[in-house]
């Protein structure tokens, strides 16, 4: 079965880092994967776009992130990465990565990020 599988999240002090990973089973093959994101959603709010990179490796980031979280992917692997940098109370959501094939989207289980002022 098709699935997505996150780790990296947990509990940090604001001004810390986290690197989030996310990694695609066996059954989406590499070739067919387009886009990979990131999205965030905080309790209350609505699932927001956090970055993305498509298989060109061309990136775009929401402005709350710009110049603190990078994205990045390994295609061999069929993984995608986030490294949070500087964070802050505000970024305290789950985060959940996301890939797009010609087909089909495949969503992640979703990953808990805590920042503690």
């Known amino acids: 079965q098709a699935q997505l599988v996150e780790s990296g999240g947990g509990l940090v002090q604001a001004g810390g880092s986290l690197r989030l990973s996310c990694a695609a089973s066996a059954s989406i093959f590499s070739s067919s994967i387009n886009d990979m994101e990131w999205y965030r959603q905080a309790p209350g709010k609505q699932r927001e776009l956090v970055a993305g990179i498509t298989r060109y490796q061309s990136t775009n980031y929401a402005d709350t992130v710009k110049g603190r979280f990078t994205i990045s992917r390994d295609n061999a692997k069929k993984t995608v990465y986030l490294q949070m940098n500087s964070l802050k109370p505000e970024d305290t959501a789950v985060y959940y990565c996301?890939?797009?094939?010609?087909?089909?989207?495949?969503w992640g289980q979703g990953t808990q990020v805590t920042v503690s002022s």
């Open positions: 996301k890939m797009s094939t010609y087909r089909n989207a495949y």
